[in-house]
């Protein structure tokens, strides 16, 4: 095998990994952003935590 073949096979076994990883990880971060919206993070600009006091 010629180092082009090679290259190409270590990225297709490192491109599954990390999509193997994602797909594991993912419920992880939906959980992740629900708790960050009921926790009142919104993003742009101004504080990151709105409590809704003045």
Do not use: D, Q, S
């Not at 270590?10 to 959980?31: D, H, K, N, S, W």
């Amino acid at each position: 095998m010629n180092a082009k073949r090679i290259l190409m096979a270590e990225a297709v076994v490192l491109g599954g990994a990390a999509l193997a990883l994602l797909i594991v990880e993912f419920p992880g971060i939906v959980r992740e952003i629900r708790l960050w919206r009921m926790a009142g993070f919104r993003p742009g600009p101004g504080t990151p935590f709105r409590t809704g006091r003045a």
